[in-house]
């Protein structure tokens, strides 16, 4: 970016904050701000993946890298034509900061033609006929018992009330058709040389009955998992991992536009085991965010 193109790009961000949307602020009682330095907060944060003081000196309109002012900009467009929802946005910005508490999370989400659910009884007979399936299980070292995959199946239940999100249930006409969302992993793993961090880290996963394969609902189910958790928790980022092998978890890694940033070996299973190297992804929530909008764009017909 030229000199002029980024002293271009500050004057529109000054507009944007300053004046566009303090005055569009007049006809939308519903939003939660109204003030020039609330709307800067709101869109540098979630443009930055947490409060921007963190990465950012001030000035920000200043100091910000061009591609993630771009974002904030992108975002408050899409805000002004009612593509995206500034209190959502204002909501993970007080997340971040410690303002506000983590809302409890809801019994389903809704999809288009499936639904994300909280976990039940009846799903362990289910549960317990995916995970001993050779087909479905074929990534993983070995198919589950019946009492193996109860006990997972309580373990990802529980998810939702330790961490307040979770691996969701994916219902479909079919009925239970497997799982998709989030969680903490259970045991540390080798990924500071790859992100610099080992701890702290969420995951995104799937594990699908093949009646459901092919008709994309691990990737739809899986946004809407995060549309979940980067709104509602407003968390940061979130990683997956599967062996080299997946390439169908791989490909599903992709289309969710996360970026691969290497290899390691599971430290579960051991030398020489076909399935432990493993290949390592991640997404950002500004990234997620930016990509939502763009598609929104797109659809109501503005190129930008």
């Given at each position: 970016m030229t000199a002029a193109e980024a002293e271009a790009q500050q004057r529109r961000w000054r507009a944007l904050v300053d004046e566009r949307l303090p005055a569009a602020a007049a006809a939308h009682p519903d939003w939660p701000v109204s003030r020039n330095h609330?709307?800067?907060?709101?869109?540098?944060?979630?443009a930055c993946g947490g409060p921007w003081r963190e990465s950012v000196a001030p000035p920000a309109w200043a100091n910000m890298p061009p591609e993630r002012l771009d974002l904030a900009l992108s975002l408050g467009e899409a805000v002004l034509a009612g593509r995206q929802d500034l209190a959502v946005l204002n909501h993970r910005s007080l997340?971040?900061?410690?303002?506000?508490?983590?809302?409890?999370?809801?019994?389903?989400l809704p999809g288009e033609d499936f639904s994300l659910r909280r976990w039940q009884l009846a799903d362990d007979e289910p549960f317990a006929a995916l995970c001993a399936d050779p087909e479905v299980m074929r990534f993983f070292p070995a198919p589950k018992t019946a009492r193996e995959s109860?006990?997972?199946?309580?373990?990802?239940?529980?998810?939702?009330?330790?961490?307040?999100?979770?691996?969701?249930?994916?219902?479909?006409?079919?009925?239970?058709s497997g799982f998709v969302g989030c969680w903490r992993p259970s045991r540390p793993l080798p990924?500071?040389?790859?992100?610099?961090?080992?701890?702290?880290?969420?995951?995104?996963?799937?594990?699908?009955?093949?009646?459901?394969?092919?008709?994309?609902?691990?990737?739809?189910?899986?946004?809407?998992?995060?549309?979940?958790?980067?709104?509602?928790?407003?968390?940061?980022?979130?990683?997956?991992?599967?062996?080299?092998?997946?390439?169908?978890?791989?490909?599903?890694?992709?289309?969710?536009?996360?970026?691969?940033?290497?290899?390691?070996?599971?430290?579960?299973?051991?030398?020489?085991?076909?399935?432990?190297?493993?290949?390592?992804?991640?997404?950002?929530a500004a990234d997620f965010m930016a990509a939502d909008a763009t598609a929104a764009n797109v659809l109501a017909g503005d190129p930008a």
């Open positions: 609330c709307f800067a907060r709101i869109l540098l944060d979630n997340v971040w900061r410690r303002k506000l508490r983590l809302p409890p999370a809801p019994l389903s109860q006990t997972e199946a309580r373990a990802l239940a529980r998810r939702f009330d330790e961490d307040g999100f979770g691996p969701w249930v994916v219902e479909t006409a079919e009925g239970f990924l500071g040389p790859l992100i610099g961090q080992e701890t702290g880290l969420v995951e995104i996963g799937w594990r699908l009955a093949w009646p459901a394969w092919g008709r994309g609902f691990a990737v739809r189910g899986a946004r809407l998992a995060l549309a979940d958790v980067f709104s509602r928790c407003a968390l940061t980022e979130v990683v997956a991992y599967t062996a080299d092998l997946n390439a169908p978890s791989r490909r599903v890694m992709e289309r969710l536009g996360m970026s691969e940033v290497g290899g390691f070996d599971h430290p579960g299973l051991p030398e020489g085991h076909g399935l432990r190297p493993h290949r390592l992804y991640r997404l950002a």
